[in-house]
T-cell receptor, first 109, second 115 residues
Framework: EDKVVQSPLSLVVHEGDTVTLNCSYE??????LLWYKQEKKAPTFLFMLTSSGIEKKSGRLSSILDKKELFSILNITATQTGDSAIYLCAVLNNNDMRFGAGTRLTVKP | SQTIHQWPATLVQPVGSPLSLECTVE??????LYWYRQAAGRGLQLLFY??????ISSEVPQNLSASRPQDRQFILSSKKLLLSDSGFYLCAWSVRGQGRAFGYTFGSGTRLTVV
């Protein structure tokens, strides 16, 4: 059975801290792994990772995929209160996209 | 540009009542369409996906159903709602064709509370 597991489920940090969110997966016909940020309503796209070892960066966020060990990490440096959200990992295969349960990040001032 | 519309934004329905949530996509043709549900504090669970008119795949057995009467319209329905149907429902679309899907684009969601 396909599954996507995220850890931790919740995380509370202070502004300026660096956080690492984890996502492991077991999915047939893997095509790519995606990270989304969900604040109040619809998730918004952050990254799509298809190849191992290639880091994607966007400002203070970065992510990398390991297709051998079947996991990805999302790093956020110098966190800000606006980073508070649920971060969703999803794996795309031939048919659809499977989501993990998400990591709820709370950044305190 | 492509846009996705989902309504209503919030809905409070009594147990046993019917449900109809609608999702439409503009600016694209032949999209893949999806319905997801997010229970409180949990990730997104795929309910249905559709690759074409009248083609519906169900991921989870339940009292919900989906229909795609037109290419860019996707409807989520129930004849009799259960308390457990409460949650946040998201419609999404992606470009048809393997390898071209740059993730999914989500609608703004419907928060359903069954009382």
């Amino acid at each position: 059975e396909d599954k996507v597991v995220q850890s931790p489920l919740s995380l509370v940090v202070h502004e300026g801290d660096t956080v690492t969110l984890n996502c492991s997966y077991e999915v047939t016909n893997f095509r790519s792994l995606l990270w989304y940020k969900q604040e109040k309503k619809a998730p918004t796209f952050l990254f799509m990772l298809t190849s191992s070892g290639i880091e994607k960066k966007s400002g203070r966020l970065s992510s990398i995929l390991d297709k051998k060990e079947l996991f990805s990490i999302l790093n956020i440096t110098a966190t800000q209160t606006g980073d508070s959200a649920i971060y969703l990992c999803a794996v795309l295969n031939n048919n659809d996209m499977r989501f993990g349960a998400g990591t709820r990040l709370t950044v305190k001032p | 540009s492509q846009t996705i519309h989902q309504w209503p934004a919030t809905l409070v329905q009594p147990v046993g009542s019917p449900l109809s949530l609608e999702c439409t996509v503009e600016g694209t043709s032949n999209p893949n369409l999806y319905w997801y549900r997010q229970a409180a504090g949990r990730g997104l669970q795929l309910l249905f996906y559709s690759v074409g008119i009248g083609q519906i795949s169900s991921e989870v057995p339940q009292n919900l159903s989906a229909s795609r009467p037109q290419d860019r319209q996707f409807i989520l329905s129930s004849k009799k709602l259960l308390l457990s149907d409460s949650g946040f429902y998201l419609c999404a679309w992606s470009v048809r064709g393997q390898g071209r899907a740059f993730g999914y684009t989500f609608g703004s969601g419907t928060r359903l509370t069954v009382v």
